[in-house]
């Protein structure tokens, strides 16, 4: 597992498409929503600008590399190479997706430690750490089952589009409108609940064990990912 991880981190920093996507375009709209965060914090609350850096982060950066990643493994049969090594399933998909993870966990954690300096300290960082590598969770689940419909990494570009889309248009949404309204909703769609969960914990005011119960439908999310992986994954491309 460890020589994939890092054989797939060295062509992560090569591949200049990826790192535009992984790096600059994340970067670049943090740094949006950090220069502006006064204005932002007019429309939402600080809470929701770290939610929308953060699915920023995953979904561009974590949830589409992944999926381009795998599809180009897949389409050049380095997958199928790599399961004729000693390497189980679990550990080849998993150390494929890895570095990809660990740089986005990295950069949420930079720049919404930049936000609490340039602002305010969130209310409780462990809730939001916990909400941080839920999120991840589960747009790694969500990047594994897109891969099985995307058949090239060229296609990626279009198969990753309605969920990076989707999940940031989710966090707007609840971010700017609270979950006052439509609560079941806004709380089930992929991202919703996530949101929430991050406003509480950097705004504070609601109680923990209320805000943990916002951790189901995320996890939720992440079983649904897994069971869609299971079902379209293909190690081979398609004939």
């Given at each position: 597992?460890r020589?994939?991880?890092?054989?797939?981190?060295?062509?992560?920093?090569?591949?200049?498409?990826?790192?535009?996507?992984?790096?600059?375009?994340?970067?670049?709209?943090?740094?949006?929503?950090?220069?502006?965060?006064?204005?932002?914090?007019?429309?939402?609350?600080?809470?929701?600008?770290?939610?929308?850096?953060?699915?920023t982060?995953t979904?561009?950066?974590?949830?589409?590399?992944?999926?381009?990643?795998?599809?180009?493994?897949?389409?050049?049969?380095?997958?199928?190479?790599?399961?004729?090594?000693?390497?189980?399933?679990?550990?080849?998909?998993?150390?494929?997706?890895?570095?990809?993870?660990?740089?986005?966990?990295?950069?949420?954690?930079v720049v919404?430690?930049?936000?609490?300096?340039?602002?305010?300290?969130?209310?409780?960082?462990?809730?939001?750490?916990?909400?941080?590598?839920?999120?991840?969770l589960?747009?790694v689940?969500l990047?594994?089952?897109?891969?099985?419909?995307?058949?090239?990494?060229?296609?990626?570009?279009?198969?990753?589009?309605?969920?990076?889309?989707?999940?940031?248009?989710?966090?707007?949404?609840?971010?700017?409108?609270?979950?006052?309204?439509?609560?079941?909703?806004?709380?089930?769609?992929?991202?919703?609940?996530?949101?929430?969960?991050?406003?509480?914990?950097?705004?504070?005011?609601?109680?923990?064990?209320?805000?943990?119960?916002?951790?189901?439908?995320?996890?939720?999310?992440?079983?649904?990912?897994?069971?869609?992986?299971?079902?379209?994954?293909?190690?081979?491309?398609?004939?």
């Open positions: 597992m020589p994939i991880f890092l054989s797939e981190l060295v062509q992560l920093f090569r591949n200049r498409s990826v790192l535009v996507t992984s790096f600059v375009m994340p970067i670049a709209v943090s740094a949006f929503f950090l220069y502006q965060h006064d204005l932002f914090t007019q429309i939402g609350s600080l809470g929701y600008i770290a939610a929308i850096v953060m699915f982060v979904a561009f950066g974590l949830y589409a590399s992944s999926v381009t990643t795998l599809a180009s493994r897949r389409q050049n049969l380095f997958l199928k190479r790599l399961r004729s090594t000693a390497a189980g399933d679990a550990g080849i998909l998993t150390a494929l997706v890895l570095p990809a993870t660990a740089i986005a966990l990295v950069q949420v954690t919404l430690a930049v936000l609490a300096v340039v602002t305010t300290a969130p209310d409780d960082p462990v809730l939001l750490a916990v909400a941080v590598l839920t999120t991840a589960m747009m689940g990047a594994l089952a897109t891969a099985g419909l995307t058949n090239s990494p060229e296609h990626a570009q279009v198969t990753t589009l309605p969920v990076c889309l989707g999940v940031v248009a989710v966090a707007s949404w609840v971010g700017i409108s609270g979950t006052g309204e439509l609560t079941l909703l806004k709380r089930l769609l992929p991202g919703g609940s996530a949101t929430e969960l991050v406003v509480n914990a950097w705004s504070g005011g609601v109680a923990v064990s209320d805000s943990l119960l916002l951790l189901a439908p995320t996890l939720a999310w992440v079983v649904v990912a897994a069971a869609l992986a299971a079902r379209l994954f293909r190690w081979e491309p398609r004939r």
